[in-house]
């Protein structure tokens, strides 16, 4: 039985993981808006608008590579996924991460497909590209479980500025974890979220008594986990953390905090 690349991707990747807006550029036709590449076609040093020459030749040359048209939005999912072990089983992952020296784009190490980015001290994980008058990269930061997607087009050196970007989300400390209150609690405590059921979003709130490595995670009914909500060190505190399950279908889900002292697992309702 014949089945082409495009199948395969869509029905492998791009579906399962809710990536509507990937194309196998070759093969599927495009039905989302599509930024116009900017080229110095003449040499001038003037970038120009290059969307009208025929692209067949250049994309199709991409295939060895991927091939694919995608969207920011859908690099983060993909990206989740692989590094935290969705796509790959463990020793495919773990091979695919054993990096070699080396300095490219941004980078300071090269594994299988991925590229090590050094970032205030934590290694990240991604890669870049370009082609064209386009240019992406994706750099996840396993640390703060903080994924980012930046798609430009214009064709330039990606990788300096993913980690820019990396830097300024650290920074701004936008992941969903937030300090409540820095008074050491009596007791390490995981507790019920609110609301109660939910629609989309709840709180989830847990003590530390002591500074540690916590992880929050969410499992659906079967017992798969499907999201890691933090996975790193936090002092001693009261913490909350707000989890948008937009994306998620409604049911039973169960969220665990796992620590140092132990974990605790918690029964919540979309």
């Not at 008058?133 to 994706?138: I, L, N, Q």
């Not at 990396?166 to 937030?178: A, L, Y």
């Not at 209150?181 to 507790?191: A, I």
Request: glycine letters at 10%; aromatic letters at 12%.
């Amino acid at each position: 039985m014949h089945t082409d690349i495009s199948e395969q991707l869509h029905s492998r990747f791009f579906t399962p993981l809710n990536m509507n807006e990937s194309f196998f550029e070759v093969q599927d036709t495009i039905t989302m808006p599509y930024a116009h590449n900017w080229v110095d076609l003449n040499g001038d040093g003037i970038l120009d608008d290059a969307s009208f020459v025929p692209t067949t030749a250049i994309y199709s040359a991409t295939i060895g590579a991927g091939g694919v048209t995608s969207r920011p939005e859908n690099l983060v999912k993909w990206q989740r996924a692989l590094y935290r072990g969705s796509i790959l089983n463990q020793t495919s992952l773990n091979q695919m991460l054993t990096f070699r020296n080396a300095v490219i784009s941004g980078a300071n190490g090269y594994g299988l497909g991925t590229m090590r980015y050094s970032i205030n001290g934590v290694n990240c994980f991604g890669h870049g590209g370009n082609l064209f008058g386009y240019t992406a990269v994706m750099i996840y930061n396993p640390q703060d479980s903080i994924s980012i997607a930046i798609m430009m087009n214009k064709d330039l050196d990606g990788g300096p500025v993913g980690k820019s970007f990396m830097i300024t989300v650290i920074t701004n400390n936008p992941v969903g974890i937030r300090t409540v209150s820095t008074v050491v609690p009596d007791k390490f405590s995981l507790y019920q979220n609110y609301p109660n059921p939910f629609n989309p979003e709840t709180i989830i709130k847990f003590d530390l008594t002591s500074k540690q490595h916590a992880k929050l995670s969410v499992t659906n009914i079967l017992g798969e986990e499907i999201s890691i909500l933090y996975n790193g060190n936090l002092q001693a505190g009261e913490y909350s953390y707000k989890w948008d399950a937009l994306n998620y279908p409604g049911g039973i889900y169960f969220y665990k905090l796992q620590t140092e002292d132990g974990f605790v697992v918690k029964r919540c309702c979309f």
